[in-house]
């Protein structure tokens, strides 16, 4: 039972990482991206591929980063010149594209089999020590993304950012280039999505395409959306909340002697249950986006 | 100095022009009206100007530079073009400062701070109350700000889409004696659509009515001000037939 709850927090915090990523693309800077998962892979193939070949993590993970962020950076190239809402398509299908790369380049990616036997983190302990101390990293790389992404949104550049998911038109006339501020937070949200990524394989000692279905962006989504779009607090709490629902029904399974085949549709409708109730009794999320505090009438 | 736009002719769906061959020009200094009918083309003039439309035909030129690829994003930085549009012209969530900085993003941080600090100056109102919520202005507190905004940058030429719209007539005379005393004090020209005629003529040097997307009449401020089918069309005071 230890254990279980440890790996739901690790979860928790791995997605936490990937959904402060997507709450900074989408709910800052109003960045339609149904890709999400193909940072994450690239992050975590890249730690896979990297580590195989004998590179330590801490110096894969960093390397991971950097894959995705020319990733994001590639995504926000890819389609700057389209309509946000085919833009947001595109994206689907770049994340189709990286997990069929994944599935077919068997020399790279280990095809279908994905990568495993990776050194994981920390191989001196074992067991609930292990545990405690990965999710103490992962923990850790929560927070430091998090507080990252909240001095972001209270910068210049997040500014500009909410400007131009509210108002793109006004912010060119002001002189801001929105491609290049597109394609900086692609990056940006690229890098933390490779960092989540990176740590899920290190974790797992095990990446493999079946990791990167569209589903799985729709799970980051679900997180970003429960959570409250534009507030990085409502992002983690979104990861947790899903992640916890993820992983506890087939432990409920186990509890009420539900027939195994009706785990995964189980786990569907009940995440969408909750996004349904939590829309309808919050429209904003758990924790809405607050622009400014209250007390801003002062001069 | 002079911003102009030539024989222009532009649209938002194919082969539907709304500007025809359209030409006027703004010189130095100038303030310059468009007046006209609703949907004749006045909004679709300046957006053409700062770019967000790019013109079938025709040529728009800035100091002698011709704008026809420039991005919108470089013409106020590159050209001295600053565009205040119709409507949604200011970040009601931000405070008034962090509004007035999202227009000078590319100013030199110093130069930057020194400009806001005068602009909250020549601007009591926003001065008083710099750190609130925009969204917290009235009508014509919003307008003062999306006009100082567009300041910012220390632009040479303003483009203005109805400014006075939903102003109460005082705060409407305020608003243009304001546009003037810009002129005067920054030297930009001012090229403002607008649907209070009498009270925009009053402060302008020159005129265009807009019919359909061509120029239907040019001329001083006085001129069309005493115009009678401009009078008959917005100012209620031409004769009737
Ligand atoms: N984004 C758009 N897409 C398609 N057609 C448009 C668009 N914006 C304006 N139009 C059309 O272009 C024509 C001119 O519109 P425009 O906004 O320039 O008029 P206007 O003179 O500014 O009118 P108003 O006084 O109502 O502001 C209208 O027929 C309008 O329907
Ligand atoms: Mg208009």
Redesign the pocket.
């Known amino acids: 039972m230890l254990e279980f709850c440890l790996h739901v927090l690790i979860m928790s915090a791995i997605f936490g990482i990937a959904a402060v990523s997507l709450n900074l693309q989408a709910g800052t800077g109003g960045l339609l991206n149904f890709g999400q998962i193909a940072l994450f892979g690239i992050g975590a193939y890249a730690v896979a591929i990297l580590t195989r070949a004998g590179l330590p993590w801490p110096a894969a993970l960093p390397a991971g980063m950097a894959a995705a962020a020319l990733g994001g950076f590639a995504i926000g190239r890819l389609g700057r010149d389209l309509a946000a809402e085919y833009w947001a398509l595109a994206t689907l299908a770049v994340a189709e594209l990286v997990r069929l790369v994944a599935l077919n380049e068997d020399w790279l990616t280990g095809g279908p089999q994905g990568i495993g036997g990776i050194v994981g983190l920390f191989p001196g302990l074992d067991g609930v020590a292990r545990a405690l101390a990965t999710l103490a990293l992962a923990a850790l790389l929560l927070l430091g993304t998090a507080l990252m992404a909240r001095r972001l949104g209270q910068t210049q550049f997040g500014r500009v950012l909410r400007l131009m998911r509210e108002n793109p038109d006004l912010a060119t006339a002001l002189g801001h280039d929105i491609v290049a501020c597109k394609v900086k937070v692609l990056a940006i949200g690229g890098a933390m999505a490779g960092l989540a990524g990176g740590l899920y394989t290190l974790y797992l000692a095990f990446i493999g395409p079946d990791q990167l279905l569209p589903f799985e962006t729709f799970l980051i989504w679900t997180m970003v959306v429960l959570g409250g779009l534009g507030n990085v607090a409502g992002a983690v709490v979104g990861a947790m909340l899903v992640t916890t629902l993820y992983a506890g029904i087939p432990f409920l399974k186990d509890a009420v002697a539900l027939p195994s085949d009706l785990t995964g549709s189980l786990r569907v409708f009940a995440i969408g249950s909750i996004v349904l109730a939590v829309l309808m009794l919050k429209p904003q999320g758990l924790v809405p986006e607050r622009l400014r505090r209250l007390h801003a009438q002062r001069p | 100095m002079t911003l102009s736009v030539h024989e222009v002719r532009a ?3 194919p082969d ?1 022009d ?1 500007l025809n061959s359209l030409s006027i020009t703004v010189e130095p200094g100038e303030i310059v009206t468009i007046l ?12 053409t100007v700062v770019g967000q439309l790019r013109p079938r035909a025709g040529r728009v030129v800035a100091d002698g530079r011709d704008l026809a690829g420039i991005p919108v994003h470089r013409r106020i930085r590159d050209c001295g073009v600053a565009y205040v549009p ?1 409507l949604d012209n200011i970040f009601g969530p931000l405070t008034i400062r962090e509004n007035l900085e999202l227009g000078g993003q590319f100013v030199a941080p110093a130069a930057r701070r020194a400009r806001l600090e005068q602009l909250l100056e020549h601007y009591p109102n926003l001065g008083r109350k710099a750190g609130a919520r925009a969204d917290s202005l009235s009508g014509g507190e919003r307008q003062m700000l999306a006009l100082a905004r567009a300041l910012m940058p220390g632009p040479r030429h303003l483009l203005l ?2 400014p006075s719209a939903g102003l109460s007539p005082l705060m409407m005379d305020e608003l243009f004696a304001h546009i003037r005393r810009i002129r005067d004090r920054e030297g930009v020209s001012v090229l403002m ?1 607008e ?1 209070n005629a009498a009270e925009s003529l009053e402060v302008s040097d020159r005129a265009y009515v ?1 019919v359909m ?1 061509r120029v239907h009449r040019e001329g001083t401020a006085r001129e069309i001000l005493e115009d009678e089918t401009v009078g008959q069309l917005y100012l209620g005071t031409g004769p009737v037939h």
Do not use: F, H, R
């Open positions: 649209g938002y769906v539907a709304i006209g009918p609703n949907g004749s083309g006045k909004s679709t003039l300046l957006k119709q889409d109805e659509v649907q807009l997307g």
